[in-house]
């Protein structure tokens, strides 16, 4: 994959209605990846301390949300600590992006991206 780094923001770099900001946060479900689209991968972790911290930062600023359809395509384990959680790090959700975006299969990009200790997994 080809990247380019910057110091300026997405905000100043792309128009407001082709960013789309992934937060686990969002109702909007993301069904498909639009190559006319800018996708945020979020670097906050705001799964307990400040919960939906990263929806709220997209809707400050006007953006469209979305989440990773985890629900969607997967059932919750049973666990010990009975933990579940659809908060992954920047390079689980860049897996899960690229997988899809080869395959066209929800279920094989979250195979690839979502560990088993997020206490989710594909049904049988």
């Known amino acids: ?20 900001y992934l937060t686990p946060d969002s109702e909007n479900v993301l069904e498909d990846i639009d190559p006319n689209k800018v ?5 906050l972790v705001d799964e307990s301390i400040h919960k939906k911290l990263t929806l709220q930062r997209a809707q400050e600023q006007s953006l469209q949300t979305a989440r990773l359809p985890i629900r969607e395509y997967m059932v919750k384990t049973v666990n010990t600590k009975n933990y579940h959680s659809e908060t992954l790090a920047i390079n689980q959700v860049f897996d899960v992006l690229s997988t899809y975006y080869e395959t066209r299969s929800w279920p094989a990009a979250l195979k690839a991206g979502v560990s088993s200790g997020k206490g989710y997994v594909l049904p049988d």
Request: charged share 15%; hydrophobic share 45%; glycine share 8%.
């Open 39 to 43: 996708y945020v991968l979020g670097g």
């Open 1 to 20: 994959f080809q990247m380019d780094t910057t110091q300026e923001s997405y905000l100043d770099l792309f128009p407001l209605d082709a960013i789309v």
